[in-house]
């Protein structure tokens, strides 16, 4: 091997050493520090959850209504909102107080059951079926 290209591959090695990180190549490091640990407990230990409740009646404007099986909600607080929340409805409410954020509900709930009641089922897909399925027989109204 010719000394020309032992020192050509010397100051290839050099460079490219450059660029890799201090604590990749010195010897007195032991381990690199990462991170530490997420703890998702810490991270989410501000939201406060309630017990999850059922909505029997529903009284928005001039309308009223009951239902023939509950609707579960879920209601939590995040920061500052309250959220009441039914995941199998594909819908949420908010607001200052639980009250507010579960009356906000009601409101979004009863605008799905009317827009898929009056939708024809020909012009949907997906989700928004399942969706149709559930409001169809969802409200009774008084």
Known sequence: MSPSLVD????DIKERMAYVPK??????VKEVETA???DPQRILSHIKKYQPSPIWRINVETKKF??????GVR????EDLFFAENENLAVCGTGDTPESALQDLCLHI??????YRK??????????L???????????EE
Do not use: Q, V, W
Not at 23 to 28: A, C, G, L, P
Not at 66 to 71: E, G, L, R, V
Not at 75 to 78: A, E, H, L, S, W
């Open 119 to 128: 939708i024809d089922r020909s012009k949907l897909t997906g989700e928004a």
């Open 36 to 38: 530490s640990a997420i």
């Open 8 to 11: 050509s591959i010397y100051d």
């Open 130 to 140: 399942r969706l149709k399925a559930l409001y169809e027989n969802l409200l009774i």
């Open 110 to 115: 009863t605008h799905f059951f009317e827009y």
């Open 66 to 71: 009951y239902t023939p099986k509950p609707i």
């Open 23 to 28: 604590n990749y190549i010195d010897s007195k």
């Open 75 to 78: 209601i939590y607080r995040d």
